[in-house]
């Protein structure tokens, strides 16, 4: 690619995702824990559709999956806000001449919610469940040593009680490798490009026993049936899809410490356009180990009218840390910390654990 055609391709990416559409229509996606972001990425302010070339990518942006070179594992517990748990696992690995092949499992629990009516404001007695969850499967190759795309296919769910709904999805994903800005003159050292789409798939709608009512088609007449089951038909509704598109870059690379700068921007179908920032800065104090500093801010956009904070600039504050160690031969073992700002919900803690055969 020459130095045109990437200023060309950025330009695009950064105009195609900012460009603005209204109403931003707040509210109206299911299945939204698959918006909740996994790995040390969190940290980063989530700036990650062009970072991830490991197991993460799995998640941000399929493609990068394609840069991963051994077998690895990740797990992640991410206590979310209101006593929601939160757990993410996935496993990757490479097959010669064919390319690289991802599953996960996203799984989010919501705890027991006492059953209360009308009648019993403090509750029944009983207690209900809800839980959600999204199993993929993921495949990314290298067409060339610049250019990456990868796929996932999802199949997602979500129970409430004795009801549920489900959909299948796909990730699709794109990566490009190259050497403008690289510090030390190679191209895997360069800038990077990523892109991607995730959850664009079918719609859910809840159905089960709890919909099921007794209905009384005639209630002013006698010898009708008086009990006829009847179901409330339940709106369909689609899933939160994201478009993502970013850069990352070097500004300095040793064979000691380096710092990595990304920008993504976002384009959700569900609120308004955003920018994530992020840093990671990657200390080798110790031979075989890595000690690493991150920080980020997620959700940079204006509001736009009064009612909606009187356009006020806002973002989430991220930051985490994390230390890689050599085990024996190519053996790695990583752990992960990450925070990250919620607002008025306060705060919510992320530990990863990753392991490279």
């Known amino acids: 690619m020459n130095m045109s055609l990437r200023i060309i391709v950025i330009g695009l990416f950064i105009v195609g995702s900012l460009n603005a559409q209204k109403p931003y229509r707040y509210g109206t996606t299911a299945a939204n824990f698959l918006e909740i972001g996994v790995g040390p990425a969190v940290a980063m302010g989530e700036a990650y559709v062009s970072v991830g070339k490991n197991i ?126 690289s510090p030390t003159g190679k191209q895997d050292d360069g800038l990077r490009i990523g892109m991607s789409i995730s959850n664009y798939g079918s719609r859910m709608s809840y159905d089960g026993i709890d919909l099921l009512t007794p209905i009384d088609i005639l209630p002013d007449e006698n010898g009708n049936y008086s009990n006829v089951e009847g179901a409330y038909r339940m709106q369909a509704w689609d899933l939160p899809v994201i478009f993502r598109a970013g850069i990352s870059f070097y500004p300095f690379l040793t064979h000691s410490h380096n710092l990595l700068l990304s920008m993504d921007v976002l384009h959700p179908n569900n609120n308004s356009e955003s920018i994530n920032v992020g840093g990671q800065y990657d200390l080798t104090f110790i031979k075989g180990a890595h000690f690493y500093l991150r920080g980020g801010l997620k959700g940079m956009y204006l509001v736009n009218s009064e009612e909606e904070l009187g356009g006020i600039p806002y973002a989430s504050s991220t930051y985490g840390l994390g230390v890689e160690y050599r085990l024996f031969r190519m053996q790695t073992i990583s752990m992960d910390y990450a925070y990250k700002s919620m607002g008025l919900l306060g705060y919510v803690d992320s530990f990863t654990l990753t392991y490279r055969f």
């Open 56 to 181: 993460a990518s799995i998640y941000w942006n399929p493609a990068g999956l394609a840069f991963q070179e051994r077998p690895e594992l990740i797990v992640m517990n991410q206590p979310w806000v209101a006593g929601i748990a939160n757990k993410y696992v996935a496993s990757a690995f490479s097959i010669p001449q064919v390319g690289n092949i991802g599953l996960s499992v996203s799984h989010v629990d919501y705890g027991s919610i006492a059953v209360t009516d009308l009648a019993h404001q403090e509750g029944t007695g009983e207690y209900y469940n809800a839980m959600e969850y999204a199993f993929a499967f993921t495949y990314a190759r290298r067409l060339v040593n610049w250019f990456a795309f990868g796929f996932s296919t999802k199949y997602v769910s979500s129970n409430i009680w004795h009801s549920n709904a489900s959909a299948m999805a796909v990730d699709l994903g794109v990566s490009i490798v190259t050497d403008f800005l």
